[in-house]
């Protein structure tokens, strides 16, 4: 299988280079021959060749099984009037590969739970996977501006189509079914048109398709009250591109390990794109110590989703679970105590 | 001075009904005279009008000081199909008095703290009183539904102006020198156009009118996970309609104890409209257990913000902490030890 590798920016370029070591393990020990190459994406590449996705990383994408992402962004690129930024490149990559489905998988790794700003009893239990629509929506809708000084307005259209609707409800609840069987659906249909269409398509998709599965609507208000006091009740929950940008930025700080969290986003047959949840922390990029742990656990994804290799998948995260039990902690996760290097924490579960 | 009260549905009636005795013990001891007219919002106005909010309802808002709301909602208005439901009254009314702001202090009472979801040492010291812009962005831009089969397609646009950002920013500023004179702005300049007019505007604001203010902005994203693993750390912040719809209603969440909050909807010049943040609980409604706390000191927001008296809305919001002190508790917030009633509970706050 043929793997491209987005190291990215900050510590993007450490933890891939930890993932890339695991996924050769897996290759030497399970008989699979992987085949990797790097290429440019975010600051890196506006450094180098001015644009954040140049065309030579499209085309190695398209061509490939699967893709690994580090992070993207720093300092250096935050200009608010530079003419291109980092995170461009991510949401052109999602779009261009079709990506429409991010998986967030927000499972408590009990070694870790005091590490929860959360009181246990609150906590413990929580294994949530999200499922954020990534290609439509206010997103990618229609933008402009018009008018001058107190008048001027500027404005951005949600837009959800049934089709995008349907294809996203029908990978939750396929995932629901693989899982606790349930699935709650995230919208504001009491006052968003876009979410009137969504509860209304999602209903007609779980009653005609997946009537065995367990599924309630929830409203985002009240979506981001429960997981502060019940996350442990939730087991798949998809939702739209906003909506699901912020509940899973809510939900990732809950186990209060981000550098623990995998994601992955999918599309309709092409490769997928896996990579951590946590950014590029440029305050600690080259310094040795960042957590691969995510990046690691983000290749299992990608053999799991785009590999359909299920035994191997499970395997890394077992080995994570292991070096965890162990009492191996990167500084993010030491809470004080020892920790170790990010070529340690690799060494660990290779 | 004049106050219509909205006792709309649930437990609605009962906790005004506290909160209203409470400001005539309030206008006895200071000698202010008020006047109380009820008036029908909600389901009840519904089931008696056919209108969530009737035109009577609107015209004594108009004529009075302020507005005392208690809750709207439940179970028997939710039929999907209805040709109305009671949250277009909250809707209307808003738009219909221009209460371009909303104010939600989320403040930790100490003696509640056991009631916080989170641990000790994060929520402590949480202060935060939130701004949320109330008639614009998404919640009224425009909505279209096109195409059938899966082309069908729904949008609704979110709009700012200059004007209706420039107004928000100016009374969160106001509210920061009153407060800890720091502000944060919240958006996804990243990503949407209103987001970037947003930004480019309260940054203007701040910078030629409140210099003296410490200003920041945060994405809504980081936003959402900086609540709970950070929330001591803010002081006044600021956002859209949507965004604080969410922010709020997860913020509301921290303290533990929902039954403590209150919220205050202000336009420029006529009366504010004053409310707990909680909904309508139908399930315990006529029980006599409600919460009347969060109703109280929304009464209290409503002598500072409508009718200029800080003491006697300081009395009130002593009392409460008082009451809290002397180990009262209504069922809500005595996490199993024994309980008042909402009368008994109304009572030691008079
Ligand atoms: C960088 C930004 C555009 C992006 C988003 O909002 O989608 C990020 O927050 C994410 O969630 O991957
Ligand atoms: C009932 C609903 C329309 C309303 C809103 O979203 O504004 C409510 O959630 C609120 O926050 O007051």
């Given at each position: 299988a043929s793997i491209v590798l987005l190291p990215g920016d900050g510590i993007g370029p450490e933890i891939t280079q930890?993932?890339?070591?695991?996924?050769?393990?897996?290759?030497?020990?399970?008989?699979?021959e992987f085949t990797f190459q790097s290429q440019l994406i975010g600051g890196i590449a506006i450094d180098e060749t001015g644009d954040p996705l140049p065309e030579a990383t499209i085309q190695a994408c398209r061509d490939s099984d699967a893709i690994l992402l580090g992070a993207v962004?720093?300092?250096?690129?935050?200009?608010?009037?530079?003419?291109?930024?980092?995170?461009?490149g991510l949401l052109k990559i999602r779009k261009e590969l079709g990506l429409f489905?991010?998986?967030?998988?927000?499972k408590l790794f009990n070694q870790l739970i005091d590490a929860s700003p959360l009181r246990r009893e609150i906590i413990e239990g929580t294994d949530i996977l999200f499922l954020r629509e990534l290609t439509g929506g206010i997103y990618f809708g229609e933008s402009s501006r018009t008018g001058s000084g107190p008048d001027e307005t500027a404005s951005q259209a949600m837009v959800y189509s049934v089709r995008e609707v349907e294809r996203i409800v029908r990978l939750a609840a396929q995932a629901a079914k693989g899982r606790g069987n349930r699935l709650t659906s995230v919208d504001k249909a009491n006052v968003l048109e876009p979410s009137r269409l969504w509860?209304?398509?999602?209903?007609?998709?779980?009653?005609?398709?997946?009537?065995e599965v367990q599924y309630d609507v929830v409203l985002v208000d009240a979506m981001a009250m429960h997981l502060i006091n019940r996350p442990s009740d939730f087991d798949v929950v998809v939702t739209g591109n906003m909506f699901?940008?912020?509940?899973?930025d809510e939900a990732s700080m809950l186990p209060g390990s981000l550098g623990m969290l995998p994601s992955a986003s999918l599309g309709s047959g092409g490769p997928g794109l896996y990579e951590p949840i946590h950014g590029s922390?440029?305050?600690?990029?080259?310094?040795?110590?960042?957590?691969?742990?995510?990046t690691i656990l983000a290749a299992a994804m990608l053999l799991r989703h785009s590999l359909n290799a299920e035994t191997e998948a499970a395997a890394i995260e077992k080995a994570v679970a292991d070096v965890l039990?162990?009492?191996?902690?990167?500084?993010?996760i030491a809470r004080g105590g020892p920790s170790v290097s990010t070529d340690a924490m690799g060494d660990a579960v290779v």
């Open positions: 930890q993932a890339k070591r695991v996924l050769e393990a897996i290759g030497d020990r399970f008989g699979h962004g720093g300092p250096k690129w935050d200009d608010p009037s530079a003419k291109t930024r980092p995170e461009a489905a991010n998986l967030r998988p927000i509860r209304q398509t999602a209903a007609r998709v779980m009653a005609e398709e997946f009537p699901g940008d912020i509940l899973t922390a440029p305050d600690i990029a080259g310094k040795g110590i960042a957590n691969p742990l995510a039990a162990a009492g191996l902690r990167t500084a993010d």
